[in-house]
C-alpha cells in the first residue's frame, strides 16, 4: 500500500515593504525581512484542517519565529503546466494528456492564472500566462522530437514570480530528458532559489499492479522525501536504472522544492490527476514571519514542526536562499 | 517491359516516373520525395533501370578499385546518367532517412556502390559523397558511418571530412541514447560496446581521435570544440578550456558559437560564472535567442543570484523558442546540418 505523505514547500516573498521591483529575488527593507512557506500538513493521508498559528512551530536557520498563518484557499495562484510532448507521446497518450490540460482550465479560480508549457527538444509556451479558460492553443498540441526535460523544469522554475500570488509548477512526465543543455546538479541549484512549488506526475505501465491499491483514489503517490519503498523497489521493475529514468533527480528535485513526486498509472485519467493534485495543494498553508534573530543573507535552514498529537506528516522545503 | 514497382502512397508516380521527372526538374521533384513509402522497393525499381543508366561500368567495385590507379583513364560510360541515378537514390534516401532509415541507409549504399564503380572520382563524385557523408552523419549510427567512411577513403583517402567523419564516429558510439534514433538504437548500442568498453574509455578514445585531427587545418577549428565537448563529458574542464584557447579567432561562425557555449559550460563547472556568463552572451551574439546558450546564461545567472535577469531571459525565450535558431541540436549529427546545401550542390550535375 502506498500512503499519501506529507511534503511541505515553502516560498519566500520578496516585497512586503517598498514593492519590489525584482520579484524573484527576496528584497527586504526597513528591516522587515518577510518569508511565506507552505507547509502541508496529512494524517494518514488525510488533509490536516483548522490548524492555527500557534499549531505550527517553525525554526530558520535553529531560530524560532513567530508566524501567522493563512490557507490556500484564500491565495491566488500561478499554475505552470510543464508537459511532456517529445515524440513518444503520441496517440491516445497525447489524447488524454491534451483532455487533462484543456480540464485544467475549469478547476482554476477566476483569478488564477495558468501557463501550458510543452517540452520538447525545444521549449513551446502553448498558453501564454493568463486568465484560466479553453483554449483552442490546447487543441494544437502536437508530439514531437526529443525531451529537454531538465531545461523545461529549470525554466519553469526561473519564470518570473508576481507578489501575493503562489507558483505551483505542476509537470507531467515520463522522467526522460532527450536534450537539455542543464544537468541534473544545475537544475537542482535553481531549486533552492526558485520561489516556486513544483510536483512531478510521473506516468508508469501498470503502476497500481505493482504498487497495490493506493489509498487514496487513482494516483500511486510517493513522498518526495519518503518514498515508499515497496513501490520503489515494485517500480523498479520498470526501469533498469530505478522505477523511471532520472527517478532520484526528480525526487529530489520536489523536495527542494517543497512539492512532491507523484507516480500515476499510463492508464489514469490525467484529468483527475491534475485536478487532485490542485485540490491537494490548495489545503496546505501560508506560514508568514518576519525574520528575526538571523542574517537575511545566504542560505537558511527551515524546519516545521505541527504541535498536535500524533503521528502527523509535514512537508515543508528544507530551506532557501536570503537575499 | 520493365514492371516497376509503385513505391509512393496509393496510387502516386512510379519510381520510373519520379526519376525521369527529377532529371528535368530536380529541385522541385525532390521536394516531392518524401512521400515514398518503401524504399527498399524503389531500390530495386532503381536495380531494374541501373542498366539502361550504367552501362559501361565495371560489374565488380573492388577488383576495379584495386586494379585500376586513381588517374586511370575514364570509364567509359554514359556519365550524364549515371550521376542522374545517384543523384536521385541519394535525394530519395536523404528525403525519407527520418522515417525509413534502415532503408534509407541500404539505399545510400546502393549509390555509394554505383559511385564508386566510376574511376577516377571526378567532381561529382566527391559532391555525392560529401552529401552521403552528412546524411549518414545524421544518422547517428556510428557502425554505419565507419563502414560508409571505409567508402569514401577508396575514393578520396585524404578528404578531411572524412577524417572528422572518422573522429565523430567515435564520439557518436558516446552519444546519448535520445540522440539516436528508434531505428539504429540496437544496432548503435552494439556498436558502442562491442567489447564491453566503459563510457570513460569510449570518450577517451573520442577525444584522442580528435586531438589526432588538430594538425590538420582545415580541421584544427571544429576538431577543437569537439575535443573540448568531450573533455566536458569527462568533467576535465581545465583542460577544454585549453582546448578552446584560440575559438575567438575561429572564422566559421559554427565553430565559434559552439566554443563559446562550451567555454561557458567549462566556466560555470569551475565556479566561474562571471566568465561563463560571458562565454554564453558571446554565443548569443552569434546566435541570438539561441535555445541552448540562453538557458544555460538563465541558469547560470539564477543560481548566482541574479534571478530578475534570469527569469526576464525565460520570459523572452519561452514564446520563441526555435530549434532552427540553434545549431547545438545537430552536433551529434556532424554534417547534417549541411545536408540541404550538400545535396543541392550535388544535384547540379543532374541534368
Given amino acids: 500500500m502506498t500512503r499519501r505523505s506529507a511534503a511541505a514547500a515553502a516560498w519566500i516573498v520578496a516585497a512586503v515593504l517598498g514593492a519590489a521591483a525584482d520579484a524573484q529575488v527576496p528584497v527586504f527593507r526597513a528591516g522587515v525581512d518577510a518569508v511565506i512557506v507552505d507547509v502541508d500538513v496529512r494524517n494518514g493521508g488525510r488533509p490536516v484542517t483548522g490548524l492555527v498559528a500557534a499549531d505550527f512551530e517553525l525554526l530558520d536557520n535553529g531560530v524560532a519565529q513567530t508566524v501567522d498563518v493563512r490557507s490556500l484557499k484564500d491565495v491566488p495562484l500561478d499554475v505552470t503546466l510543464l508537459v511532456d510532448a517529445s515524440g513518444s507521446v503520441d496517440g491516445r497518450r497525447l489524447d488524454r494528456l491534451k483532455s487533462g490540460v484543456r480540464d485544467t482550465a475549469q478547476w482554476l479560480r477566476a483569478d488564477d492564472r495558468w501557463t501550458v508549457i510543452a517540452i520538447e527538444h525545444v521549449l513551446r509556451e502553448i498558453v501564454p500566462t493568463q486568465a484560466p479558460r479553453a483554449t483552442a492553443a490546447v487543441d494544437a498540441l502536437r508530439a514531437s522530437g526529443g525531451t529537454a526535460l531538465y531545461d523545461g523544469l529549470g525554466a519553469a522554475l526561473m519564470q518570473p514570480t508576481t507578489p501575493g500570488r503562489r507558483q505551483l509548477i505542476v509537470a507531467y512526465t515520463d522522467g526522460d530528458d532527450t536534450s537539455s543543455i542543464l544537468d541534473p546538479a544545475s537544475l537542482l541549484e535553481i531549486a533552492l532559489r526558485s520561489n516556486a512549488l513544483m510536483d512531478i506526475v510521473v506516468p508508469v505501465e501498470n503502476a497500481r499492479d505493482q504498487a497495490g491499491s493506493p489509498q487514496s483514489g487513482p494516483m500511486v503517490q510517493q513522498t518526495a522525501s519518503l518514498v515508499n519503498r515497496a513501490t520503489s523497489a515494485a517500480l523498479k521493475t520498470t526501469h533498469a536504472e530505478g522505477g523511471f529514468p ?19 498509472d499510463y492508464k489514469d485519467s490525467v484529468s483527475t490527476t491534475f485536478k487532485r493534485v490542485l485540490d491537494e495543494y490548495r489545503t496546505s498553508y501560508l506560514l508568514q514571519y518576519t525574520r528575526t534573530g538571523v542574517d537575511a543573507s545566504g542560505w537558511h535552514d527551515l524546519a516545521v514542526r505541527v504541535k498536535r498529537p500524533g503521528h502527523l506528516d509535514v512537508r515543508a522545503r528544507r530551506g532557501y536562499w536570503g537575499g | 517491359m520493365l514492371c516497376f514497382v509503385a513505391a509512393l502512397r496509393g496510387s502516386g508516380p512510379s519510381t520510373a516516373d519520379l526519376l525521369a521527372r527529377y532529371i528535368q526538374h530536380p529541385d522541385e521533384v525532390a521536394a516531392e520525395l518524401g512521400s515514398v513509402v518503401d524504399l527498399d522497393g524503389a ?14 561500368l565495371p560489374a565488380k567495385v573492388d577488383s576495379v578499385i584495386s586494379s585500376v590507379p586513381p588517374a586511370g583513364p575514364a570509364v567509359s560510360i554514359p556519365e550524364q546518367r549515371r550521376r542522374d541515378l545517384v543523384a536521385f537514390a541519394l535525394d530519395l534516401a536523404g528525403a525519407n532517412v527520418a522515417w525509413h532509415a534502415p532503408a534509407a541507409r541500404r539505399l545510400v549504399e546502393w549509390g555509394c556502390y554505383n559511385v564508386r564503380r566510376h574511376l577516377p572520382p571526378n567532381e561529382f563524385d566527391h559532391r555525392w559523397q560529401l552529401a552521403a557523408l552528412a546524411l549518414l552523419e545524421g544518422e547517428v549510427d556510428p557502425d554505419a558511418l565507419r563502414e560508409h567512411l571505409g567508402h569514401v577513403d577508396a575514393q578520396f583517402p585524404a578528404e578531411p ?4 567523419g572518422r573522429a565523430l564516429a567515435d564520439e557518436q558510439a558516446t552519444a546519448p541514447l535520445e540522440f539516436v534514433s528508434e531505428a539504429n538504437l540496437a544496432t548503435v548500442n552494439r556498436a558502442r560496446n562491442p567489447t564491453g568498453a566503459s563510457q570513460a574509455a569510449l570518450m577517451a578514445r573520442a577525444a584522442a581521435s580528435y586531438r589526432a585531427l588538430l594538425s590538420v587545418e582545415p580541421l584544427r577549428g571544429e576538431a577543437s570544440v569537439r575535443l573540448a565537448h568531450v573533455q566536458i563529458a569527462l568533467g576535465q574542464y581545465d583542460q577544454a578550456l585549453a582546448t578552446l584557447a584560440t575559438v575567438d579567432q575561429e572564422s566559421d561562425g559554427f565553430v565559434r558559437y559552439l566554443g563559446y557555449l562550451f567555454r561557458g559550460l567549462a566556466l560555470d563547472h569551475l565556479g566561474r560564472p562571471s566568465e561563463a556568463q560571458a562565454a554564453f552572451r558571446a554565443a548569443l551574439e552569434l546566435g541570438p535567442n539561441a535555445h541552448a546558450p540562453t538557458m544555460a546564461l538563465a541558469s547560470s545567472l539564477f543560481r548566482s543570484g541574479q534571478t530578475s535577469e534570469a527569469s526576464r531571459l525565460i520570459t523572452n525565450l519561452l514564446p520563441n523558442d526555435d530549434q532552427t535558431r540553434d545549431v547545438w541540436w545537430s552536433y551529434w549529427a556532424g554534417d547534417f546540418q549541411q545536408w540541404g546545401l550538400l545535396i543541392r550542390r550535388a544535384r547540379e550535375f543532374v541534368k
Fill in chain 1, 246 to 264: 532520472n527517478e532520484s533527480t526528480l525526487t529530489e528535485l520536489t523536495t527542494r522544492t517543497g512539492g512532491r513526486l507523484v507516480v500515476v
Fill in chain 2, 43 to 56: 531500390r530495386s525499381d532503381l536495380d531494374r533501370l541501373a542498366p539502361k543508366f550504367l552501362a559501361g
Fill in chain 2, 161 to 164: 571530412r572524412a577524417l572528422l
